[in-house]
């Protein structure tokens, strides 16, 4: 746990240099502002939707999946499905029309649909609160990882990670990160599969890791020795035997006591002695109001751990969390699954980033197979995440100790016997893993700061503003984005990546999904209609994420019913039809807004290209 | 039925070309692609709504041991997948060959002069940045 990681360091260094050598290669290619912003129309299929997989594969994908496989088994195989499937709505409903219509971000499809700017202040809105969300777990990753090579500081992390990744987006754009996204699709692969492979020859096969995991046989998991442990603020410590802590300086904590089903019962604040050891019974959780190291005896169980059955079966810890009483354990987990599960099928369609990469294909049935080609390079991506979840739950139980799953790809390979190999192959996994953020990352950073640009300076602050100025504008939102993002990034230290990515995942689901499908499909939707819809959705999603987040954090106090906190913590399930049924409603009520020329829009967005229509509208 | 429908319909736009602006071609092609999208969605809708029902109702049976996994991991972990890519392949093609059936379909006078449609767009057009 202390000193620097030499091997793995530098191979992220390796792959940070490399970004960045590609970033100013790449500068002398993109003269133009629209080369900067979306790297021309011509990028073909194959590379196209490399890029796009290497955009859209994050921390959340390389890490947190594996970490949250591990931590709570059976139900988080659902990310995996769900982040790939959601490819499958965008390209039923959005991709196609979308690529047609000819717009150049999603604000573009919003003012151009309705006539309407207000409606193009609004999407931009949403696309900086979804973005925004979605670069949090990004900084944690990274944040992370850098602790674990460096022995640092978390906030360390956070901010060289940060810092290199903004600088980037300022000298190279998206040219550079459209070349550069793609190969890191390939770079993701290889790190994510071969170490896998290698693992498995050694520790077996992926099926008799599950099987080990979910066994009841399989012995608790002990303390060999005397562990010291650092656990940040909020962490928590949750007794699976009965056992002893000693932390290293007094502390105030806030003390959990668990019932006999495992469930909250009283909740207080104590001080833990510095120095002096505290035994607590099995069932105790402990929550820790400051950072503190603390020291775990040997021969109890690791604390955190989930049992064998729960982990290897559905519905389990992760979708039971705010199962309160017997009567709730009936329907709430299969409440939490579903809506998980619209979230993440409809959230895809509501990523800025991804969508404004469907501009780069020369035409709508390009678009098609690059989406097509899109599902396939995830859905082999999306197999090997749960096997470094269940590996790891056999190899390296200790990591539950703390909440150090999210972890678990960058130090499994490390307990391979021979010592050099097994950094040389954790070394290929950070380097995965600081691809997967700076991708991320840097395409979030240039939608934002596109965003800004191209809508809020370009159109609502200065529309005569000549290239120049919109590029040094451009360069000045990347600069706050970033600062803006790393200042978030600190605060999330103790939440699932996985989690947090699923929250912005919600939150695009309640918003821009219901515009594009409804936009795209119904023609009576007004813009009036439209605002409704995604302000409902979007206020009701944000709502109960922030809500959630405070819980988590302790500053509100949660509900007593397992039904409501369920659907705070993952509103999809109830926030998408909201957003769909407001669109209805009001657009109906103010049917005399439609668009005069709305038979010409929707025959853009739907008439195949070759008839020539694009040319048609421009004319307009 | 439905397919011996859509073979008539087809008839029908053969014999009688139409404009491209007419109500009668936007009102077709969304039928037809809302159509096609929904047929496919609702494949994969049930296939996502099923599973979690059957882990609850017939755990005995999706807890079953299946290749060294759970028959239930097993489906989310790897059987999934290759329907996702499966689906989606089947959409592209029938996509495509809708819209090569559609362009056969419109009277080729109503369709904008030739020299105009060059392939810019909108954001070229607003800004003159090249």
Not at chain 1, 79 to 96: C, H, P, T
Not at chain 1, 123 to 137: E, K, R
Not at chain 1, 402 to 414: A, E, F, Q, R, S
Not at chain 1, 419 to 437: D, E, H, K, R
Request: aromatic share 12%; with cysteine; proline share 5%.
């Amino acid at each position: 746990m202390t000193g620097v990681s030499i091997i793995p360091l530098m191979f992220v260094v390796g792959i940070v240099l490399a970004t960045i050598g590609l970033g100013i290669y790449a500068t002398r290619l993109s003269r133009t502002t629209s080369d900067f912003y979306v790297a021309g129309r011509g990028v073909n299929a194959f590379w196209n939707s490399s890029a796009i997989s290497g955009e859209y594969l994050s921390a959340a994908s390389f890490m947190g999946i594996a970490g949250m496989i591990m931590k709570s088994g059976y139900d988080v195989l659902w990310y995996a499905v769900g982040y790939a499937a959601g490819y499958v709505f965008l390209l039923l409903f959005i991709a196609g029309p979308l690529r047609r219509f000819g717009a150049y971000t999603i604000p573009d499809f919003a003012e151009g649909r309705f006539d309407s700017k207000n409606m193009r202040k609004l999407a931009v809105g949403f696309a900086l609160t979804i973005s925004f969300f979605y670069m949090m777990p990004q900084m944690k990753g990274a944040g992370i990882t850098l602790a674990q090579l460096l022995g640092s500081p978390y906030w360390v992390g956070v901010v060289v990670v940060g810092t290199v990744i903004t600088m980037n987006v300022i000298l190279g754009g998206m040219k550079g990160v459209t070349f550069v996204q793609a190969m890191q699709y390939w770079v993701k692969m290889f790190a994510i599969a071969v170490p896998m492979f290698i693992l498995m020859m050694v520790f077996g096969p992926y099926n008799s890791q599950v099987a080990t995991g979910g066994s009841p046989e399989t012995k608790p998991y002990t303390l060999t020795e005397r562990a010291t442990y650092k656990y940040p603020q909020a962490g928590e410590l949750k007794f699976t035997s009965s056992g002893t802590i000693k932390p290293e300086t007094t502390v105030a904590a806030k003390h959990i006591t668990y019932n006999t089903e495992g469930f909250v019962a009283t909740k207080k604040k104590v001080e833990l002695a510095g120095g002096e050891s505290v035994s607590y019974p099995k069932g105790d959780k402990i929550v820790f109001a400051t950072p503190v190291k603390v020291e775990l005896e040997a021969g109890m169980t690791v604390p955190n751990f989930t049992k064998s059955e729960s982990w290897l079966h559905p519905f389990g810890p992760f979708t039971s969390k705010y199962v309160t009483n017997a009567e709730d354990k009936q329907w709430v987990p299969l409440l939490y699954t579903y809506s998980l599960v619209v979230a993440l099928l409809c959230g895809t369609a509501g990523l800025p980033h991804i969508l404004v990469r469907f501009y780069t294909n020369p035409d709508g049935r390009e678009a098609k197979k690059t989406t097509l080609l899109v599902i396939g390079l995830l859905s082999l991506f999306y197999i090997f995440p749960a096997m470094w979840g269940a590996m790891g739950r056999n190899l390296i139980p200790s990591l539950y100790a703390n909440g150090g799953t999210d972890l678990v790809t960058i130090l499994l390979p490390t307990q391979l016997a021979n010592p050099v190999f097994g950094q040389i192959l954790s070394g290929v996994t950070s380097a995965g893993a600081f691809a997967a953020f700076m991708t991320t990352f840097s395409g979030l950073l240039v939608s934002v700061s596109g965003g800004f640009a191209h809508d809020i300076y370009g159109r609502m602050l200065r529309p005569n503003a000549s290239p120049e100025s919109r590029l040094t504008a451009f360069k000045v939102a990347a600069l706050f984005g970033g600062a803006l993002a790393m200042g978030l990034g600190l605060l999330v230290q103790n939440f699932d990546i996985n989690m947090l990515v699923g929250w912005a995942f919600a939150i695009g689901a309640s918003t821009y999904f219901p515009l594009l499908l409804m936009g795209a499909w119904w023609r009576k939707l007004t813009s009036a209609g439209a605002v409704a819809g995604m302000v409902g959705g979007g206020v009701g999603a944000i709502g109960s994420v922030v809500f959630t987040m405070l819980v988590d954090k302790g500053l509100a106090t949660p509900l007593s019913n397992g039904y409501v906190n369920t659907l705070l913590a993952q509103p999809a399930i109830w926030t998408v039809p909201l957003a769909l049924t407001l669109m209805v409603v009001v657009s109906l009520a103010t049917g005399d807004t439609i668009p005069s020329d709305i038979r010409l829009k929707m025959l853009k967005l739907h008439a195949p290209e070759t008839l020539g229509l694009k040319a048609d509208y421009i004319k307009d | 039925m439905r397919r011996a429908r859509s073979v008539f319909e087809r008839w029908v736009c053969s014999m009688t070309k139409m404009d491209l602006h007419s109500e009668e071609f936007l009102g077709m092609i969304m039928r037809r692609q809302i159509r096609l999208s929904i047929s496919i969605a609702s494949v994969f809708v049930l296939i996502i709504v099923v599973v979690p029902l059957l882990n609850k109702f017939v755990p005995e049976v999706m807890n079953q041991p299946f290749l060294g996994f759970t028959f239930s991991w097993f489906v989310l972990g790897f059987g999934i997948f290759p329907i996702l890519i499966a689906l989606a392949i089947l959409f592209v093609r029938r996509s495509n060959a809708f819209e090569d059936e559609a362009i056969g379909m419109v009277d080729a006078s109503t369709l904008p002069v030739a020299g105009d449609a060059d392939h810019r767009d909108t954001f070229a057009t607003q800004t003159p940045a090249h």
